[in-house]
T-cell receptor
Framework: GEDVEQSLFLSVREGDSSVINCTYT??????LYWYKQEPGAGLQLLTY?????DMKQDQRLTVLLNKKDKHLSLRIADTQTGDSAIYFC???????????FGRGTSLIVHP | GAGVSQSPSNKVTEKGKDVELRCDPI?????LYWYRQSLGQGLEFLIY????????KSGLPSDRFSAERTGGSVSTLTIQRTQQEDSAVYLC?????????????FGDGTRLSIL
């Protein structure tokens, strides 16, 4: 089945850019998602990208998709302490109703 | 309400007891999912509902776990004869029905602790 991999931790300084990476195995993945989970809360959908796109920008967030390498990244510009959270990558395949989630990347932002 | 609602938010119970966890999805969302998140772990898929039926319950860990959904709305996850390894956060999510594109809306979860 589909496998989605993420590094577990990322530490950045406040004001720097953060880049969280994700790789997936299913070349038929059609939709790719980024979710944010703050302590004690559920997952919140941040953004998503369709497989026919290379890039999507939404304010401080930039998503890049390299379909050939099956690599997805989330860049957060001017990272703030409020961005500290766990970020999950997920992929959805065209014929499925159930997305596959990565294990999440803990982003720690320090002053 | 506007979002997915789960209750209780916290549940502490003794080993061997049964527990019921409730999920109230966003109105009109026909798809409903249950996940389990253990400390430091990612999301473990448990079961998926489309309306009142469960086309995929492959993630339920054992026959102590069951779930139902009524009226195409509220869902209940039941764990019988709880064990300490059942301690986790149980998350519910809902989405509109569409193959492939399933942006999910999550509740804040039920934090279950088995003593």
């Amino acid at each position: 089945g589909e496998d989605v991999e993420q590094s577990l931790f990322l530490s950045v300084r406040e004001g720097d850019s953060s880049v969280i990476n994700c790789t997936y195995t299913d070349s038929s993945s059609t939709y790719l998602y980024w979710y944010k989970q703050e302590p004690g809360a559920g997952l919140q959908l941040l953004t998503y990208i369709f497989s026919n796109m290379d890039m999507k920008q939404d304010q401080r967030l930039t998503v890049l998709l390299n379909k050939k390498d099956k690599h997805l990244s989330l860049r957060i510009a001017d990272t703030q302490t409020g961005d500290s959270a766990i970020y999950f990558c997920a992929s959805g395949e065209g014929g499925s109703y159930i997305p596959t989630f990565g294990r999440g990347t803990s982003l720690i932002v320090h002053p | 309400g506007a979002g997915v609602s789960q209750s209780p938010s916290n549940k502490v119970t003794e080993k061997g007891k049964d527990v019921e966890l409730r999920c109230d999805p966003i109105s009109g969302h026909t798809a409903l999912y249950w996940y389990r998140q253990s400390l430091g772990q990612g999301l473990e898929f448990l079961i998926y509902f489309q309306g009142n039926s469960a086309p995929d319950k492959s993630g339920l860990p054992s026959d102590r776990f069951s779930a139902e959904r009524t009226g195409g709305s509220v869902s209940t996850l039941t764990i019988q004869r709880t064990q300490q390894e059942d301690s986790a956060v149980y998350l519910c999510a809902s989405s509109t029905t569409r193959q492939g594109h399933q942006p999910q809306h999550f509740g804040d979860g039920t934090r279950l602790s088995i003593l």
